[in-house]
Every structure is written in structure tokens, then in C-alpha cells.
């Protein structure tokens, strides 16, 4: 059977633009020919990189989203589709990152992480599903972590939210089957972005060793942000009746230099 081809025109959201994996991969969506809405809280650096996009002869928009306010969430999203026609895809990828140990951090700490991370994305997809559905199409993509598959001390509330993305988006892939609407998990190992750039000195030290202990940190390699965005890139251009779900992708290591002979 033929694959059924997606249309010419498919808007992206991308909520958590303003800077890493979410900057870089409306960027390359961009650059694709896609038109993009680029979401997060700092309007002026969504703006600046909406005005290089559109400098490059890409199709962008900014709209101010805070993901842990149910009202911003929603007017982010109809205004995404109102300016750039019904969106096709949306990648829920804001974030941020606080460590410690699960014993001395505070029930704010924790919970501020599963209401960013976790309940944040669950209120992207709540505003953004339903045209998908109505129209039979579409794709939402989670950005969740190779942490919910190897957790990492120091961290247990980002392990408990992006574990929970895992399971919210294992659920929903049951309920959309047979709408036409597909939902994926694309998990970045370590990854250079600005994510955990303002953390304690200290703390981040102990944190490394402890994960060295455990196995956890093999080698210093990182991904970059453009590599998340080609796997998003990739998720979502399977051709309809196929359907990528999860997808890791992890550093490799240092490649040993082959002497030529």
C-alpha cells in the first residue's frame, strides 16, 4: 500500500524555543521550509531568533508560553494556529534543570520540576490535540531524557518527570490509534545546551562523581542541540501509516585516530 503523503504546508510549535534543543529544532524546522512558532517565556529572545529565521527566508512567528500557567499554554497555541494556519507538529520540550539530593531538596523544589517538565508538557498537548484529531493528522512529539531509562542521582525529581513523560506518552499513543495522529518520545542523552549552566559548583562536582560511581558518565562527549533536531526532523517525517514512537539518541564516544598505512 502507498504511503498517504502529508501536506505540502505543516505549521510547528515548539514550546521551549527560546534556547537548546527547542532553539536549535525550530531552526532546522525553519530552514526545512516549515512555518514555525516558536513558544517559551522570554518573548525577546523568541523575537530575535524569529527575525534571523525570517532574515534566512524561513516562515516564524513568536508567542510568549509559560508552561506551568493553564491560560498562557492555551492563548500560545491558538494564536500558533490562528497566524500560521492548523498546526501539523508540536514539540512539548521546555525545561529546566535543578539538582540535589532527593532527601535535602524541598517539596517546592521537586514539584516545580514535575510541573515544568512533566505537567507542563501534558498542558501543551492538551491544547494542541484536539484539531489534530478532528483533522486525522498529525504529530506530537515529547522531548524526555535517557535518564527515565537510566536514572541518574541527584536528580529525582527530572527522573520522576521525564519517567513520566514515558508513561503519558505510552498512554496516549493507545488512545490516538486509529485517529490518524501519532505521538513520539525522542530521548537526548547528554546534550550542550544552557540547561544546568547555573548550578552550584559544588554540588554539580559531587553529582558528577556520584555518577561516575555508578557508571553513569563513560565518557565527556556531548550531543549538540541540532543533533535532537534532526532526530525530531526524523520522527516526524515517516510517512503516514508508519509511525516512529521512541527514539534515544546518545553521545558517542571519543573515536580512536587510525594511523594510515
Not at 505537567?119 to 493528522?137: H, L
Not at 534532526?230 to 553521545?251: C, F, K, S, Y
Amino acid at each position: 500500500m502507498a504511503p498517504i503523503p502529508h501536506p505540502e504546508r505543516r505549521p510547528v510549535l515548539v514550546a521551549g524555543a527560546s534556547s537548546g534543543i527547542g532553539a536549535a529544532t525550530a531552526q532546522w524546522f525553519a530552514a526545512a521550509g516549515y512555518p514555525v512558532a516558536l513558544a517559551a517565556r522570554r518573548l525577546d529572545v523568541l523575537e530575535s531568533l524569529a527575525d534571523k529565521i525570517r532574515a534566512d527566508g524561513g516562515e516564524a512567528i513568536a508567542v510568549r508560553m509559560d508552561v506551568t500557567d493553564d491560560e498562557s499554554v492555551v492563548d500560545a497555541v491558538a494564536r500558533a494556529g490562528a497566524e500560521l494556519g492548523g498546526l501539523e507538529i508540536v514539540v512539548a520540550g521546555a525545561g529546566d534543570l535543578a539538582i540535589g539530593l532527593t532527601h535535602q531538596i524541598t517539596p517546592e523544589e521537586f514539584c516545580s520540576q514535575i510541573d515544568i517538565h512533566l505537567n507542563g508538557a501534558f498542558r501543551v498537548y492538551r491544547a494542541a490535540i484536539g484539531p489534530m484529531i478532528d483533522r486525522g493528522r498529525g504529530d506530537f512529539v515529547f522531548i524526555g531524557s535517557d535518564v527515565a531509562k537510566h536514572p541518574r542521582p541527584w536528580s529525582a525529581a527530572y527522573v520522576a518527570a521525564k519517567s513520566g513523560i514515558d508513561g503519558l506518552a505510552a498512554t496516549i499513543g493507545m488512545e490516538l490509534e486509529g485517529t490518524g495522529v501519532r505521538v513520539g518520545v525522542v530521548r537526548p542523552g547528554q546534550t550542550l545546551t544552557g540547561m544546568g549552566m547555573n548550578l552550584d559548583q559544588k554540588q554539580t562536582e559531587d553529582m558528577l562523581n556520584d555518577w561516575i560511581k555508578f557508571g553513569l558518565a563513560r565518557h565527556g562527549n556531548f550531543l549538540s542541540p541540532e543533533h535532537l533536531a534532526q532526530g525530531i526532523h526524523a520522527m516526524v517525517t515517516m510517512p503516514r501509516g508508519a509511525h516512529l514512537r521512541e527514539l534515544e539518541i546518545e553521545a558517542e564516544g571519543a573515536i580512536a585516530k587510525k594511523g594510515t598505512h
